[in-house]
């Protein structure tokens, strides 16, 4: 198809409803309104109602940990996690992450130690571990990405020879396995998200898992308010809880889950077989030998390969209705508080930076068919095949962008 069609040269977007990283999978509706009007005859609308203690019983099982606490979202889960494990001081994070893993520890005045990565695998390398400790080095939040997990053994391995605490950020991770065994069970604790953008979601919502009798119950105390008993304080504390509406969705989306990740499979796979022959353009591919969620989608993107740079293409796939995202550009060590400070030695990040200009993250989920794939692939190709008349378009449009929001 000639490169005049695209939208960008005026011709009709390839999507009329623009295609979302994100878009929320729901699951069975009527199973969940059914949920929601029990509670609401119940009356019980929160305060670990019937369905939290539902919700967390269920996901114990499937993360086959002793304890899983639900949270109001994954942040609060993160913050009372490092809290009551006594994070201080400071602690080693990636800075290819979602802001909010920096933020939990910054916000507890714990201030994060931001490692670079393993280009390979786009998580924290273990050797900056020895490079970054320092006496003030109290934990470690390595962050699964994309729910692919970071090499664990090795990360526990270093902690426990340097009494580090680690508190794995799983929010990607829920339902795949390292090694066989179920994320949620590693480290002191592991953390998750069910914000809606996840594959299992509960509108907003998060949990910690672990293993550990003692951590449960601090945990448990810290996220309402410090109240063993009615009346009987014993721990200062917040309120971290998730209420009645958010459990019963996620009751009926952990119903669905098995049918999410079939989805998700089955448009990893569209990508993986669409995109095989186009040069410059390689996605990250998950372990078949795991179990996998497949709720990210992510390229990487090799200018020199394509002769169109990342953000060229992104901007293209807009003008089409696909709305690609550069998740986590431009990296956290690039946003504030962090980026006013001055950087100590081993802090510049070259690979973390390298990465972040190549990544984009596609749209899939259940809102995203493999036929739409098909559409997103050829619309890639048909992007790179014109990248010439592209970049001058894309040039002269921009051009006049700047000039106009100038005259204003
Ligand atoms: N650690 C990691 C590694 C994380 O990725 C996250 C969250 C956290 C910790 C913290 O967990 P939470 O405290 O959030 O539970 C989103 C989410 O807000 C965030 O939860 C998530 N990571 C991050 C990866 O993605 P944005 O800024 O991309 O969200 P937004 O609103 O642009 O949503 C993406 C797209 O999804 C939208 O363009 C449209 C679609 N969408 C979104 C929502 C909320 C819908 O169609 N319906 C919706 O209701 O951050």
């Known amino acids: ?45 929160t305060n670990r109602g019937p369905l939290v203690r539902e919700l967390e019983c269920r996901m114990a099982e499937l993360l086959d940990v002793k304890h899983c606490l639900t949270m109001s979202n994954g942040t609060a889960a993160l913050e009372i996690a490092t809290r009551a494990l006594n994070f201080k001081g400071n602690a080693i994070v990636p800075a290819l992450t979602f802001v909010a893993t920096a933020h939990a520890l910054e916000w507890q ?57 680690v508190v794995f950020d799983s929010s990607h991770a829920f339902g795949c396995t390292y090694k066989g065994k179920p994320v949620g069970g590693f480290g002191s604790a592991e953390i998750f998200s069910f914000h809606a953008t996840k594959f299992v979601n509960t509108f907003e919502g998060g949990a910690v898992a672990t293993n550990d009798d003692a951590l449960a119950e601090r945990i448990r105390l810290m996220q309402n308010f410090g109240f063993a008993d009615r009346d009987q304080v014993i721990h200062v504390g917040i309120n971290g809880k998730m209420n009645e509406v958010a459990a019963a969705m996620g009751l009926t989306s952990l119903e669905a889950m098995d049918g999410f990740i079939a989805h998700n499979h089955a448009n990893y796979c569209a990508y993986l077989e669409g995109l095989t022959n186009v040069e410059g353009i390689s996605l990250v591919e998950y372990d078949a030998s795991e179990r996998n969620n497949y709720q990210y ?33 431009p990296g956290c060590h690039h946003m504030e508080p962090y980026r006013s400070r001055p950087k100590p030695a081993g802090q510049i990040l070259t690979l973390t930076d390298e990465t972040l200009a190549r990544v984009l993250t596609l749209p899939t989920g259940t809102a995203v068919t493999a036929a739409d794939i098909r559409r997103i692939v050829s619309l890639i190709q048909r992007i790179l095949d014109g990248r010439i008349e592209v970049s001058h378009q894309l040039a002269k449009h921009n051009h006049s962008a700047r000039f106009t929001s100038s005259q204003k």
């Open 1 to 45: 198809m000639s490169i005049k069609r695209l939208a960008l040269f005026g011709g009709e977007p390839e999507f009329r409803h623009t295609l979302h990283v994100g878009t929320p999978n729901i699951g069975d509706t009527k199973r969940f309104l059914t949920r929601v009007e029990n509670l609401l005859n119940r009356r019980q609308l």
């Open 109 to 165: 005045r714990v201030r994060p130690i931001f490692a670079d990565i393993a280009p390979s695998t786009h998580h924290l390398d273990p050797r900056g571990i020895d490079r970054l400790a320092t006496s003030l080095t109290s934990g470690i939040i390595p962050v699964n990405l994309w729910g692919r997990t970071v090499d664990i053994g090795t990360v526990v391995a270093k902690a426990a020879g340097r009494g580090l605490a």
């Open 297 to 329: 989608i992510v390229i990487e993107v090799d200018d020199v390969a394509t002769g169109l740079h990342r953000d060229q293409i992104m901007q293209v796939l807009h003008t089409e209705g696909v709305d690609a995202r550069r998740y986590f550009y």
